[in-house]
């Protein structure tokens, strides 16, 4: 049995071409409509897998091409009965309503786990002769979400902090999460240790080594720059390597950003009640006292401007993080400091949320060290007299 599903983001296609090629179907991918239509013609599937939203080039420029045009094709142009199965993150009702007047058999919401797309697709065109064995268990776990994530993780030594089984795991049950790690000229064992995690999930995870030691602004800038050039990522972001915000926290901001009109969303460490925000005591006295500055200096209310999770629009992170930081540690309120001078104050404050960590846990072994601490506030300074 023959299966095409097209879809824009080749992080997802992936991962429904591995699934059901275990399981026994013959798949092709195609990641545009147009492609998907040629495709049609020649590969005869037994059942078309469609995403509905498929941004197209027109000339220099994106638009908005949805998976309706393949719908038609088939049905109207063709007038086959192939069956077509959706799955997409557009849940406007119209357009299913639309999708299934035109012939459409069945309708997922993303996210959705590959069982379930799985499950749907032996209903439509029944399970492969030959089925091959594969780990429900895996299938139950592994989610399909409604927009595909580009996040950098910044590494500099990291050879004994890098919980590489918690990134694993991540990237396995997390399909629309593309993981960047940035070696920033480490001069131990990181390099090795992050192509092997590299190894265990290609797809999922990729390295963008920094000969030279540049400082964390630099390597995330380079991170992000890299992948805002990839356009099947619809938000890129950034996370420390030692995991002192936890997974899903990180999630719960990414879950913000997609139901909401906010182009940043930042956590926060401000303690409240029902989180676990641990900080060393020393360390809690001077970033209040950071903080308090930056404030001052931004002009805006924001509290915790340099908590390591941010997730951002990608357009925004191009603009943002096109020119280099000024500073090596405090590039995260020049991003605020940024957003301000090229939006305004009013506006900026109306695109950035900050949004409370459920948990955050000081790791040992921090690159920051209390001198460096201390330079901080002449670094504010520079910031301040920089950006006006």
Not at 151 to 163: A, D, G, T
Request: charged residues 25%; proline residues 3%.
């Amino acid at each position: 049995m023959k299966i095409l599903a097209i879809d824009d983001q080749q992080l997802i296609l992936l991962s429904v071409q591995k699934r059901l090629t275990e399981i026994g179907y013959e798949v092709k991918t195609a990641n545009s409509t147009q492609e998907g239509i040629m495709l049609y013609n020649d590969f005869k599937p037994d059942l078309v897998l469609l995403d509905m939203n498929m941004p197209e080039m027109s000339g220099r420029n994106l638009v908005q091409c949805t998976g309706t045009e393949v719908v038609k094709y088939i049905r109207l142009f063709m007038k086959h009965d192939t069956p077509i199965l959706v799955m997409s993150g557009n849940t406007d009702e119209s357009v299913i309503l639309e999708s299934f007047s035109l012939g459409i058999n069945d309708y997922m919401k993303k996210p959705v786990s590959l069982d379930e797309m799985t499950a749907r697709i032996k209903r439509i065109i029944g399970a492969p002769k030959e089925q091959k064995r594969a780990s429900l268990k895996d299938a139950q776990e592994q989610l399909i979400q409604k927009h595909c994530v580009g996040v950098v993780i910044p590494c500099y030594n990291e050879e004994e902090r890098l919980s590489t089984a918690e990134f694993k795991n991540f990237a396995h049950k997390n399909l629309g999460y593309h993981l960047c790690f940035v070696n920033d000229g480490s001069t131990d064992n990181t390099l090795e240790v992050l192509q092997e995690l590299r190894t265990a999930y290609p797809d999922h995870i990729s390295v963008f080594n920094c000969k030279k030691n540049g400082g964390k602004a630099e390597a995330v800038r380079q991170g992000i720059q890299h992948l805002v050039k990839d356009p099947q990522f619809d938000y890129v972001g950034f996370l420390d390597a030692d995991l002192s915000t936890d997974f899903r926290d990180f999630d719960d901001l990414v879950k913000t950003i997609e139901t909401s009109d906010f182009k940043i969303v930042s956590g926060s460490r401000i303690a409240r009640m029902g989180a676990d925000i641990t900080k060393e005591s020393a360390r809690r006295f001077i970033s209040t006292t950071i903080n308090l500055i930056i404030q001052t200096i931004l002009g805006m209310p924001f509290k915790d401007t340099q908590c390591g999770a941010k997730i951002m629009d990608r357009d925004i992170a191009s603009r943002m993080f096109k020119e280099k930081f000024i500073t090596k540690w405090l590039f995260d309120v020049e991003i605020f400091m940024r957003m301000k001078k090229f939006y305004g104050r009013s506006y900026a404050q109306e695109l950035i949320c900050e949004q409370p960590l459920k948990r955050w846990i000081h790791a040992d072994g921090s690159k920051l060290s209390m001198k460096d601490s201390v330079k901080i506030v002449g670094q504010l300074a520079k910031i301040s007299f920089h950006y006006g």
